[in-house]
């Protein structure tokens, strides 16, 4: 999913920097409204610890290698502060669904919706062999319709066994849209249409359907490599299905062929059976005829045995045929619906990536978090005001963003979990951070830009003092006077004003930043 946020947060009055050109690629979506649609709200800015990707996906291989040994049967693994998974399975209750559901603890630290699908799509590879494409297509559906139905616990009550039922809850079934409540307060709930059933383990109609396609059209490019893999997957459902039914079908056939002889069997020992007892009953002192009736009988009773349970698994056989015909239909059905419903948006998105590569575009500020004056770069049309892209990185302080060669530099992150805040640059095609300082950046420094020079209140030991970096982000030097972390930055031709630790003004040197004396202070020590 893209990044997206409220249409009605307001717009930061920032300048806006003409562009001389714009790329066509349009990936991102406008900023929407999370209550009309699904649009993840991740953490993109700097990390005080990165992951690797092999470490991500372990999260979830390790959960899916306990359940794989048992998928027919009632399990759990993981860790419950950080990664847990309950395989929620009833053979004996019939009708609805059984469900594995995901728990992210409040000890987790995962913070962007793609690394959840990660976890989410390993855990499918390792517990019901799945290949990485296809669960990497389930764990994009799978997320989705967590959020479209996040805290809906009726429609999970309607949908799921009650095994699966007991071990949700109202407040956190399914998944918030924003990683901030992920911890502590997430089930995410992957539906099981046949734990045996290959492909078709994860029910697909489930994950995909109507509230949650809808709510993946919402996004400008609107989702359309996921949804065709989707329409993929479920065709070749189909094909399976179909093949099942075909299999099942012969199956019937041949059991049927034998039901019919077992109920001709089943006639002449009734026949036997019956003539053995007149005889037995003519003749009632002949204790042979009487031995001979009751094995009759009991040979006849044991042939209408034989010939009710062939007739039975010839009527599974063709219920069986019946099902996977049934199943195989509506999956081509579903698949050629939305076959039809992607042509129609592929066209739209089109017509919209043609309209903004012949536009101008100009670059600005969306605000992005009103509570905390955090912001967010977008590339606008200039004629129609359209956001043709919107960077990923919603987490710029200060309001504040400077081209710089190629590139933009802000400073963005956030002090919550393994966020940190930093100097970043930007690259100005996909607003991707690109680049980050090596020092961390107070969370209440302002940027300010003298020419070439670029000033913010850094992290030096226990104490914060000023930064001065080049638009590379090397930090060219920094004051050895110790300041407020919130101090403002005023740059003049003859000094820079900034406010000290102690809350007095300090004049600081613009070549050095060390502290300039006063004429007063001068004076003395000349005298000396």
Request: with cysteine; aromatic share 6%; hydrophobic share 35%.
């Amino acid at each position: 999913m893209n990044h997206s946020f409220s249409k009605t947060a307001l717009f930061a009055t920032c300048v806006l920097f003409f562009a001389s050109s714009i790329s066509a690629q349009v990936n991102e979506p406008e900023l929407k409204s999370v209550s009309d649609t699904v649009e993840f709200i991740n953490y993109v800015g700097p990390h005080a610890k990165i992951d690797s990707l092999s470490a991500i996906k372990e999260i979830g291989a390790g959960l899916g290698r306990v359940v794989a040994r048992s998928r027919n049967a009632y399990i759990t693994a993981g860790e419950r502060n950080r990664y847990y998974i309950v395989h929620a399975v009833d053979p004996n209750e019939k009708g609805k669904l059984d469900a594995d559901i995901l728990y992210i603890g409040r000890d987790a630290t995962v913070d962007h919706i793609v690394n959840v699908r990660r976890i989410i799509s390993a855990y499918l590879v390792a517990a019901y062999n799945y290949s990485e494409r296809d669960a990497d297509t389930l764990a994009v559906f799978i997320t989705v319709y967590n959020a479209v139905y996040r805290g809906n616990i009726s429609a999970f009550q309607r949908k799921y066994k009650d095994i699966v039922i007991r071990n949700l809850t109202a407040a956190s079934c399914g998944m918030s849209v924003r990683y901030s409540e992920w911890p502590g307060n997430t089930q995410i709930v992957i539906p099981l249409y046949n734990v045996d059933g290959g492909l078709s383990t994860v029910d697909t109609s489930t994950i995909s359907d109507k509230d949650v396609v809808q709510a993946m059209q919402e996004d400008d490019d609107k989702n359309i490599d996921s949804r065709k893999e989707m329409v993929d997957i479920k065709e070749r459902e189909a094909d399976n299905a179909s093949a099942q039914a075909q299999d099942a079908q012969r199956r019937a056939t041949e059991e049927a062929r034998k039901a019919e002889e077992e109920r001709r069997k089943d006639e002449e020992a009734q026949r036997k059976a019956e003539e053995a007892r007149e005889r037995a009953e003519e003749n009632p002192n002949d204790r042979n005829a009487q031995r001979e009736a009751d094995e009759a009988e009991r040979a006849a009773e044991e042939q209408r045995r034989r010939a009710e349970e062939q007739e039975q698994r010839a009527q599974d056989a063709r219920d069986e045929a019946k099902e996977a015909q049934e199943f195989a239909d509506r999956k081509e059905t579903e698949a050629q619906r939305e076959r039809d419903e992607i042509a129609k948006d592929q066209q739209t998105v089109l017509d919209r990536t043609t309209a903004n590569a012949r536009a101008d575009a100009v670059y600005g500020m969306q605000l992005t978090d009103e509570n905390e004056l955090l912001s967010g770069l977008v590339k606008v049309n200039a004629t129609t005001g359209e956001v043709i892209h919107a960077s990923p990185v919603t987490f710029i302080r200060d309001r504040t963003f400077y081209p710089a060669g190629d590139s933009f530099i802000a400073i963005a992150g956030q002090n919550v979990g393994n966020g940190i805040v930093k100097l970043v640059l930007l690259d100005s095609t996909n607003m991707e951070i690109t680049k980050e300082s090596n020092e961390i950046v107070s969370e209440d420094s302002v940027l300010v830009r003298d020419g070439q020079d670029y000033y913010c209140i850094i992290q030096d030991g226990s104490n914060y003092v000023l930064g001065k970096y080049d638009e590379t982000l090397k930090l060219l030097v920094k004051s050895p006077v110790p300041l407020m972390a919130s101090s403002p930055v005023s740059v003049s031709d003859k000094a820079i004003v900034v406010t000290g630790s102690n809350g007095r003004i300090k004049l600081l040197n613009k070549s050095d930043l060390t502290e300039m004396q006063s004429t007063t202070a001068r004076t003395a020590a000349d005298a000396k």
